[in-house]
């Protein structure tokens, strides 16, 4: 699939078919995941990849009633949780070197969408999900102290088409040499 296909194309999936992932599919997302650039190549994530229905079921009542994402925790056949270890993106020898502070957000973003594209061209859907009660995934998923819980998606083939929502003009965020001239 042509690069600008996909990104353009993919759309947030809440809503699977059962239907198992298979192995070498699962390989070649991870791929994704592992060529994706990082801080000094610091490569700080890392990926649990949830099958058993009992440990999705409890990871599901992190999330919030209203989470639009929430069926789809337990309907997809795999859930995949973006840790990331913290203190390690951002920082030269221990110490954080930008007012940014831990970059382990910017890493594990590009990795998502790393991992979102190349689900999409792979003809399977995904769909970022960032709202849900941090701490008590981690409680859940007995994640460490050093590591934490960034983000998850469902990953599976999907049920139905998603929606696709309307995106800003370029000329709304694009300037010209300083903030906020157009050009
Ligand atoms: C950081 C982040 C967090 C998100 N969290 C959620 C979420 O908790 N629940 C959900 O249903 N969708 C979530 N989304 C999906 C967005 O709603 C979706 O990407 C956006 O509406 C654009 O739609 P599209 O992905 O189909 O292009 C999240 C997306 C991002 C990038």
């Known amino acids: 699939m042509d690069l600008m296909e ?5 759309r947030s999936i809440r809503k699977y078919k059962p239907d198992p992932i298979p192995e070498e599919v ?3 997302l991870m791929e994704a995941v592992r060529w ?7 490569q700080c994530w890392e990926v649990i990849a949830i099958k058993d229905p009992g440990v999705k079921s409890e990871l599901a009542t992190a999330l919030p009633k209203g989470n ?9 056949p795999l859930i995949l949780v973006l840790c990331a270890k913290k203190g390690i993106s951002g920082s030269y020898k221990g110490q954080v070197v930008t007012v940014k502070g831990d970059w382990l957000m ?3 973003g590009i990795v998502m969408q790393s991992l979102c594209l190349a689900a999409y061209s792979l003809g399977l859907g995904t769909v970022v999900v960032g709202m849900f009660d941090h701490k008590k995934a981690e409680e859940i998923l007995k994640v460490p102290q050093d590591v934490e ?10 049920a139905t088409e998603g929606s696709t929502p309307k995106r800003k003009d370029i000329s709304d965020f694009v300037f010209s040499d300083r903030y906020g001239k157009k050009g």
């Open 26 to 28: 699962f390989r070649a």
């Open 6 to 10: 996909a990104i353009k194309g993919r």
């Open 68 to 76: 639009p994402a929430l069926p789809s925790m337990t309907d997809a």
């Open 106 to 108: 910017f890493d594990t």
């Open 149 to 158: 819980v960034v983000a998850m998606t469902p990953l599976g083939y999907p």
């Open 36 to 42: 994706s650039p990082s801080w000094a190549n610091t």
